[in-house]
């Protein structure tokens, strides 16, 4: 039989408003009863009689009350029950489902739908992930063919200048685009739990010293002043291409979004709990109201819009990823000519699987 939530909290209340008129007829009657029927009554003042009713009944309605906030707690605890287990649900747990509260009424009903919905994106995330693979695939050949083409005719010497600078643009563009297809192949494989990490002893201070060093070659066009801050020796588990590729991602970063005659400072510094690593650049930095966005795939600020040095707007998601994937986070703050990006990492044996 199916129960309706409606149903069952109009009964109960109708229960509780005829509880409280037989109260009050008790009361009522307990009054006029107690001296002496309508006697008693003729000899009290009409509002003394009232206050005296009034006062009579405040314990019993004080009782009805919480009676009644008791059974409407009652009622909607599936509820609560059923939204704490819905906030659990995000796009990487989609396999999980909301627990049936077995009322057999509204309730029930609204966790089958759920639960079907949940479903549904499940297998919409799983088909999204599978045409991405296979289509970053399919496109890996075709642009290596294209490569290896504009390589050639690179060669040849019998070509104008002109023509060759539109080669080496279209070479540009296919790099571009190998790029774009390497990231989402990562990213993706990460979205499917594909990816492992590769965990050893790991010495952060020198991977940032490494990450200077590139800085420091990157950076000679424009003449950056690129610094270092160890105040920490700090070795963890973790897997070393992965984090040396993010930092790389990083230094990427703050070189083409820099200034010219700017600066890139590293600082590693601990703390009892957590490893913590900083890039700072300068820049025209990042608006505030960007900040959120940085880490979604294929964004683009827009202070590195119209950029020379143009991206592929996934760097930051991987490096968003690698961070989590080692039980850590990357976050970032900005103010005009001071941007930085701050990995923080549990000082642990090992990252969580």
Not at 130 to 154: D, N, V
Not at 216 to 224: A, K, T
């Amino acid at each position: 039989m199916t129960h309706s939530l409606s149903r069952r909290l109009c009964w109960w209340h109708f229960g509780l408003f005829a509880s409280a008129i037989a109260i009050s007829l008790l009361l009522a009657w307990r009054e006029m009863s107690h001296g002496g029927g309508e006697a008693s009554v003729e000899q009290k003042e009409p509002w003394q009689f009232i206050a005296d009713i009034a006062l009579e009944s405040c314990v019993p309605f004080l009782l009805l009350g919480a009676v009644s906030w008791w059974l409407i707690h009652r009622a909607l605890l599936p509820i609560r029950h059923l939204t704490e287990a819905a906030e659990h649900i995000h796009e990487d747990n989609l396999h999980r489902r909301l627990p049936l509260p077995g009322t057999r009424d509204e309730l029930d009903r609204l966790t089958s739908v759920l639960n079907d919905l949940t479903g549904r994106m499940e297998t919409s995330f799983a088909r999204v992930r599978e045409f991405t693979l296979h289509a970053s695939h399919e496109l890996k050949t075709p642009l290596t063919i294209l490569r290896s083409g504009f390589e050639q005719s690179l060669i040849r010497h019998d070509m104008s200048e002109p023509l060759r600078e539109q080669i080496g643009n279209w070479m540009d563009e296919v790099e571009r685009l190998n790029r774009i297809v390497s990231g989402l192949t990562l990213l993706t494989q990460a979205d499917a739990g594909q990816v492992t990490l590769l965990t050893e002893e790991v010495a952060l201070h020198d991977l940032m010293r490494d990450a200077a060093s590139e800085a420091e070659i990157l950076g000679q066009s424009q003449n950056l002043f690129v610094t270092t801050d160890i105040k920490a020796s700090i070795h963890l588990q973790a897997d070393r291409h992965r984090l040396r590729q993010l930092l790389l991602n990083l230094t990427d970063n703050a070189v083409k979004y820099n200034r010219e005659g700017g600066y890139v400072r590293y600082v590693v510094r601990a703390t009892p709990h957590h490893a913590l690593l900083s890039v700072e650049s300068g820049g025209h930095g990042i608006p505030p109201e960007e900040l959120p966005s940085i880490f979604e795939r294929f964004f683009r600020s827009s202070s590195a819009r119209g950029s020379i040095q143009d991206g592929v707007g996934l760097g930051l998601s991987i490096c968003q990823w690698i961070a989590q994937a080692h039980g850590g986070e990357i976050t970032a703050a900005s103010s005009p000519d001071h941007t930085v990006l701050t990995l923080r990492l549990p000082l642990r044996s090992h990252p969580p699987a």
